[in-house]
């Protein structure tokens, strides 16, 4: 039978992912800012705003 505990260890879990994914949106930032090539940049750039958007849906959820 499961305990009210349960719950903690899922939200350190999604924590703990939005953490990743903003340093991967972080990552690809960077990336876009070295790159040399407008395709290469751009590819970055459609990166780090999936990452972001998608800390940002993981943050809503902790939230409520």
Do not use: C, T
């Not at 350190?12 to 690809?28: F, T």
């Not at 290469?40 to 993981?58: C, G, P, T």
């Amino acid at each position: 039978m499961s305990s009210g505990h349960d719950l903690y260890p899922s939200f350190n879990a999604d924590a703990d992912e939005r953490e990743y994914l903003l340093r991967r949106a972080e990552h690809h930032r960077q990336l876009a800012e070295k790159s040399q090539q407008p395709a290469s940049r751009s590819i970055h750039r459609r990166f780090q705003q999936l990452y972001e958007q998608r800390a940002a849906w993981i943050g809503v959820v902790l939230s409520h």
